[in-house]
């Protein structure tokens, strides 16, 4: 059993609005062992591996990353003191890891398609980092349950419905074509994080576009993080690339979920044109 039974109890009743903390039996599973992952990072696609230096601001602009002048194998390899971060992305490619990644999202699948409807464009992404290091603040698309399977993490997580934090023109320009998972960060936010430490085997469900941030403790950090995307996801993208369209052309839309049936009417129609244009 992947999940212990108290874990589906929670994801259950929180999913798919509310982060919460599982456990999970994946730690020491030899597919994440830096020996196994240095042969990954080798034989993935060069599109399908990011890595930069880690003492990197909780606010990094993206395009001043800095890297760290290594190979992926040597960053993977020499993890623990040369002060990186890496990400080995759709590691599904490899069909030992697509087994492990189906065997984990089989586990919940019940429960998010009863309240989300039916998975698809399942990912999974494996996380190396060397101690200190840190993920600047940023959101993803997806649902996301991040396994920790070496090492410890502090994981500060932020409301995904705070226009305080991200606004709406935030949130539609995420969903431009080329746009960046990294966001401002002020010190204000700090009011309405909450912060969650990591250790093997605990695992964090993460809402989809939930604002957060990440710090390596004092050893080398090994993530899985296994992710989904669900009718809602869908619509709440298409929602943010009308109401983005909208904008840019004079329109004041409100924010999603003050007119429900307006929503729902930019939904359909963006979900016609964009079908139309990949004909």
């Not at 990186?84 to 999202?105: F, G, I, T």
């Not at 698309?141 to 023109?169: A, C, W």
Request: neutral net charge.
């Amino acid at each position: 059993m992947i999940f212990d039974p108290q874990s589906f109890e929670s994801f259950s009743g929180r999913y798919p609005d509310q982060w919460c903390v599982l456990r999970h039996s994946l730690s020491g599973h030899q597919l994440f062992r830096i020996d196994q992952l240095t042969a990954l990072a080798a034989a993935l696609p060069v599109e399908s591996v990011e890595y930069n230096a880690g003492d990197l601001p909780i606010s990094q602009d993206p395009t001043t990353t800095p890297m760290n002048g290594l190979t992926p194998e040597e960053t993977v390899r020499r993890i623990a003191e040369n002060n990186s971060w890496m990400v080995l992305k759709n590691v599904e490619q490899q069909p030992s890891y697509r087994q492990a990644m189906d065997h984990c999202l089989g586990a919940i699948e019940g429960i998010v398609e009863k309240s989300s409807g039916a998975m698809h464009k399942r990912e999974a992404f494996v996380f190396v980092s060397s101690p200190g290091s840190v993920t600047p603040f940023h959101m993803d698309p997806e649902h996301n349950i991040l396994m920790q399977l070496e090492g410890s993490k502090t994981f500060r997580i932020y409301p995904n419905k705070s226009r305080d934090i991200v606004s709406d023109e935030q949130h539609e320009a995420f969903h431009i074509e080329g746009a960046h998972r990294n966001l401002p960060y002020r010190e204000e936010f700090e009011k309405q994080a909450q912060a969650i430490t990591l250790k093997p085997g605990d695992a964090l469900y993460v809402p989809v576009k939930s604002p957060h941030w990440v710090a390596v403790n004092d050893a080398v950090s090994v993530s899985l993080s296994i992710t989904w995307r669900s009718a809602a996801s869908d619509n709440e993208g298409l929602l943010r690339r009308g109401n983005g369209w909208l904008r840019s052309r004079g329109g004041r839309p409100p924010s999603p979920g003050r007119a429900p049936l307006r929503d729902r009417a930019v939904i359909i129609s963006r979900r016609i044109i964009e079908r139309l244009s990949r004909h």
